[in-house]
Each structure stands twice: as C-alpha cells, then as structure tokens.
T-cell receptor
Framework: ETGVTQSPTHLIKTRGQQVTLRCSSQ?????VSWYQQALGQGPQFIFQ???????GRGNFPPRFSGLQFPNYSSELNVNALELDDSALYLC????????????FGQGTRLTVV | KQEVTQIPAALSVPEGENLVLNCSFT??????LQWFRQDPGKGLTSLLL???SQREQTSGRLNASLDKSSGRSTLYIAASQPGDSATYLC????????????WGLGTSLAVNP
C-alpha cells in the first residue's frame, strides 16, 4: 500500500469528450507526476507538478492539462479525447528531492470509444 | 536522449530458479534507478531504488546492482516463486530532460509451479 490513491479506477468515454482523473499523493509528498501507459508499453511522462506549479512536461499536446492543489493532490484533464488516449494513467508522488523514491497509485484505466 | 532497454522481453522459468533481469541506459547522467513490479492491468509497485552513488540494494530475495559508467543495472531474483510472476520495469531519473523518469518496456516474467 503506497498511500497514493487514484480515482476512478476505470472509465469509458466517447471520442471528443473531456475527462478528469484524480490523484491523492502520499502524505508529506509535494511532487506529483502523471504518466500514460499504453498496452504493452512502458509509461510515458506527461507532466509534473511541484507546489501547484507545472515544472516539467513531456511530449503531450496542450489538451492534456493538470492542476495541483494546496494539499498536493492533483488532477489530470484531457480535452477532445481521441481513440489513442485509451491507456492506463498513472500518478506518482515523491518529495521534490531528486534522490527520493517515486510511489505510484493503482492507475486509472481509460477507454475511449 | 536517454533511452532505457530491458532484456529479455519475456522469461518463463520453473519455480525455484535464480533469475537475472537486465536494464541498460544510454546516458550515465542519472540521479537514480528504480525497479518496479507491475501485475496485469495494475499500477506500479516500487521494489528497489539505487542512488547514482550506490552499487547495489537488497530487499529480501531481490538484489539490484548498478554500474553507472557502463549504463547497466541487473535485478537478481533468488529462489523464484509463482507469485513473482509479473512485469518488471526499470526506470532512470534523468539528470537532464525535465529530470523525469525514463522507462524501459519491461520484462514479462512467468514462474511456473
């Protein structure tokens, strides 16, 4: 049990819709990262938030956006969903120090039809 | 550009064998390397974290080594059990590149009773 909680666990959306995924980070962790994992692939970095500011972004279009709240929980928003957005979305929390361990939630399985 | 490769892609062994999973990375400028376990359709469980200044870490039947200069890490699993069946992923925290985790594609392990 990592203390990182994601909701919902599964979600089905229609192409063109918008979705919000949520993550509660482990107590004391101030950094949240989001990853997309397609079937059979390794996770791909979407972005990272530290103290409510985005401080790193991967190669994802602007329709992928996020928020971090004062309690360090986070949201991932995806607009104008495409079929290729179907994946497991993983949230990781850690301390800002780069030598600390990242802990992951169980993921949200998003299916776009 | 940092790239992470894991060999083999899949492995099937009888129960009780000792195993070695390999991870290689192209750029030695890393902060740390982390090994994870992923069960089908599930999130990531952190197994071991090795800092760039360390050579190895041990947890129970697991031992991970790191040779940063040659860009290699191995995960050694002693006396494998059917419950070890999962996909094992390694990730490096890149010193450049937004300091994000860069992932391999994983080794899918099946331990047969």
């Amino acid at each position: 049990e990592t203390g990182v909680t994601q909701s919902p666990t599964h979600l089905i959306k229609t192409r063109g819709q918008q979705v919000t995924l949520r993550c509660s980070s482990q107590s004391g962790h101030n950094t949240v990262s989001w990853y997309q994992q397609a079937l059979g692939q390794g996770p791909q970095f979407i972005f990272q938030y530290y103290r409510e500011e985005e401080n790193g972004r991967g190669n994802f279009p602007p329709r992928f956006s996020g928020l971090q709240f004062p309690n360090y929980s986070s949201e991932l928003n995806v607009n104008a969903l495409e079929l290729d957005d179907s994946a497991l979305y993983l949230c990781a929390s850690s301390l800002v120090a780069l030598d600390t361990e990242a802990f992951f939630g169980q993921g949200t399985r998003l299916t776009v039809v | 550009k940092q790239e992470v490769t894991q060999i083999p892609a899949a492995l099937s062994v009888p129960e009780g064998e000792n195993l070695v999973l390999n991870c290689s990375f192209t750029d030695s400028a890393i902060y740390n390397l982390q090994w994870f376990r992923q069960d089908p359709g599930k999130g990531l469980t952190s197994l071991l974290l090795i800092q760039s200044s360390q050579r190895e870490q041990t947890s129970g039947r697991l031992n991970a080594s790191l040779d940063k200069s040659s860009g290699r890490s191995t995960l050694y699993i002693a006396a494998s059990q059917p419950g070890d069946s999962a996909t094992y992923l390694c990730a490096v925290r890149d010193a450049g590149n937004n300091r994000k985790l860069i992932w391999g594609l994983g080794t899918s392990l099946a331990v047969n009773p």
